[in-house]
């Protein structure tokens, strides 16, 4: 069966990084593009950035742009998303998610459990 | 960027009477239109993409209609379990965007 397994959140200060990990498993990964979903606390579901499955295309939301950069390994069937400069307003419980076939890009059928990341001083 | 609006904020009804759910965009998504469903502590399961399909194991008291800006998720006669969040995002360009949510509640 399908499985996302998000890894990596936590606290950390403002200005600082995280890099957070999903593992996939139960589907060919590398077919897939794949993309990252935030929600703040008590908020609305939020896009921040998407990966095509061999990595050729990348897209960010807006607030992402130039501060978080997304990634994948086909080999260890795993998604990235490395986090820079970050503020309190991206306090959030970030998704991984998986499109719902190759051809069927931007619709999530498959969804991680969530890491939350808490930036606060 | 294409802004979803969802109304109501919350629907209070009663299991077994009918839902409908409005998502209205700013400009024309075509039939781009996913909706999800929410509950506390879960993460969102897609219920219906590009407007009208119902994605794999949803039950049929789930349909949603529209295109263009104008968009409705139904739930035909609601079940307890129906009781949660409901999300609309369209996927018409690659800046994705999300509805602010609709609380269907217990009245």
């Known amino acids: 069966q399908v499985q996302l397994v998000e890894s990596g959140g936590g606290l950390v200060k403002p200005g600082g990084s995280l890099r957070l990990s999903c593992a996939a498993s139960?589907?060919?990964?590398?077919?897939?593009?794949m993309s990252w979903i935030r929600q703040a606390p008590g908020k609305g579901l939020e896009w921040i950035s998407y990966?095509?499955?061999?990595?050729?295309?990348?897209n960010y939301t807006d607030s992402a742009k130039g501060r978080f950069t997304i990634s994948r390994d086909n080999a260890k069937n795993s998604l990235y998303l490395q986090m820079n400069s970050l503020r309190a307003e991206d306090t959030a419980v970030y998704y991984c998610?998986?499109?719902?076939?190759?051809?069927?890009?931007?619709?999530?059928?498959?969804w991680g459990q969530g890491t939350l990341v808490t930036v606060s001083s | 960027e294409v802004v979803l609006t969802q109304s109501p904020a919350t629907l209070s009804l009663s299991p077994g009477e009918r839902a409908t759910l409005s998502c209205r965009a700013s400009?024309?998504?075509?039939?781009?239109l996913a909706w999800y469903q929410q509950k506390p502590g879960q993460a969102p399961r897609l219920l219906i993409y590009?407007?009208?399909n119902r994605a794999t194991g949803i039950p049929a008291r789930f349909s949603g209609s529209g295109s263009g800006t104008d968009f409705t998720l139904t739930i035909s006669s609601l079940e307890p379990e129906d009781f949660a969040v409901y999300y609309c995002?369209?996927?018409?360009?690659?800046?994705?965007?999300f509805g602010g949510g609709t609380k269907v509640e217990i009245k």
């Open positions: 995002q369209q996927r018409s360009n690659w800046r994705l965007t």
């Open positions: 139960g589907f060919t990964f590398s077919d897939y593009y």
């Open positions: 590009d407007a009208s």
């Open positions: 990966i095509s499955s061999t990595s050729g295309y990348t």
């Open positions: 400009q024309s998504v075509s039939n781009y």
């Open positions: 998610a998986r499109d719902l076939s190759p051809v069927t890009t931007g619709v999530f059928d498959y």
